[in-house]
């Protein structure tokens, strides 16, 4: 079964309060053009650059906030040896190592910086850049996890949810020899299947998101936002591919280019090649604090 969303009113009012509070971890992330803010069913996941670097739940009228200790270890420690004598290690203030709080949201994403590859970071400046993108990592099982999801409008008023699976230049998964598929068309295949599978559940839970995303100021694309509240949405069911990361030589090579004819031949409009992501500017939330400044 696939679910989003956060159902629970309380824990969305406990969000909106803390948000009147500047000094609050919650009203940092909110506006931090550098992380994403993704939904899921009944907790929230921050992204910076692919990781994961705060699930927040509500349970017993407490916000809750887990964090892989990998991304809680300062960066800017000075004495970063701990000593051992006869093979035991001291761990004396060995609290004074990590980040004490979630407030500290730079440390936390200076910390997490080495954990995240061509691929997520890729991704990331996809989310900064685009402001239809309403989730990421989108899991359904252990084995299909799409990388974006943005809100699309599709002639004057349909709209519908479009998946994308990004992939960095130097991915083997987007060649193969001969008359052999790349392996990210039996992806994509599988997406598009799974997608079918669980398209009333998909629906549903999306508009709850973006109720969710309103209420919670986290809107980058307010018209869109509105849209699936009050109209009608629909699924795409063949996913997007996206390639980035390559410069117009590499874009040009003859050893490439069979690569991206073949995969041009399967997919059509669905591939996508973006070259060098970041040379867009990114874009920026324009979110207002409660006094509306």
């Known amino acids: 079964m696939?679910?989003?969303?956060?159902?629970?009113?309380?824990?969305i009012d406990a969000l909106k309060e803390l948000f009147n509070d500047k000094n609050s971890f919650w009203y940092k992330i909110?506006?931090?053009?550098?992380?994403?803010?993704?939904?899921?069913?009944e907790y929230i996941n921050v992204y910076y650059k692919g990781n994961s670097i705060c699930k927040l739940s509500f349970n017993n009228g407490k916000l809750v906030n887990?964090?892989?200790?990998?991304?809680?270890?300062?960066?800017?420690?000075?004495?970063?040896?701990?000593?051992?004598?006869d093979g035991t290690f001291e761990?004396?203030?060995?609290?004074?190592?990590?980040?004490p709080s979630l407030s500290d949201i730079d440390l936390i994403k200076t910390a997490s910086n080495p954990y995240s590859g061509e691929e997520k970071s890729g991704v990331h400046l996809m989310l900064k850049k685009w402001d239809d993108v309403i989730d990421t990592e989108i899991a359904f099982d252990d084995s299909?996890?799409?990388?974006?999801?943005?809100?699309e409008k599709k002639?004057?008023?349909?709209?519908?949810?479009?998946?994308?699976?990004?992939?960095?230049?130097?991915?083997?998964?987007?060649?193969?020899?001969?008359?052999?598929?790349?392996?990210?068309?039996?992806?994509?295949?599988?997406?598009?299947?799974?997608?079918?599978?669980?398209?009333?559940e998909i629906l549903e839970s999306y508009k709850i998101v973006c109720?969710?995303?309103?209420?919670?100021?986290?809107?980058?694309?307010?018209?869109?936002?509105?849209?699936?509240?009050?109209?009608?949405?629909?699924?795409?069911?063949?996913?997007?591919?996206?390639?980035?990361?390559?410069?117009q030589d590499q874009k040009d090579g003859r050893v490439w280019k069979q690569h991206k004819d073949k995969l041009q031949t399967i997919l059509g409009d669905r591939l996508e090649l973006?070259?060098?992501?970041?040379?867009?500017?990114?874009?920026?939330?324009?979110?207002?604090?409660?006094?509306?400044?």
């Open 274 to 293: 973006k070259g060098n992501i970041q040379k867009s500017p990114p874009y920026a939330r324009n979110i207002k604090s409660k006094d509306g400044h």
């Open 211 to 247: 109720r969710n995303k309103k209420d919670l100021e986290i809107v980058k694309n307010c018209n869109l936002i509105d849209g699936v509240l009050n109209n009608k949405l629909s699924i795409d069911f063949q996913p997007k591919l996206i390639i980035f990361g390559f410069d």
């Open 155 to 200: 002639g004057n008023s349909e709209l519908k949810l479009v998946f994308y699976e990004a992939k960095h230049f130097s991915n083997p998964e987007i060649r193969a020899q001969g008359q052999d598929e790349p392996k990210v068309i039996n992806q994509l295949k599988r997406y598009e299947g799974t997608l079918k599978l669980h398209e009333s």
């Open 2 to 11: 696939f679910k989003r969303g956060i159902e629970n009113q309380a824990f």
């Open 66 to 85: 887990e964090t892989h200790y990998k991304y809680l270890l300062n960066p800017n420690l000075s004495d970063i040896y701990v000593k051992a004598i």
């Open 30 to 41: 909110v506006n931090d053009n550098d992380l994403f803010i993704a939904i899921r069913d």
């Open 91 to 99: 761990h004396q203030n060995s609290e004074m190592k990590f980040i």
């Open 144 to 151: 299909s996890r799409i990388d974006l999801l943005k809100i």
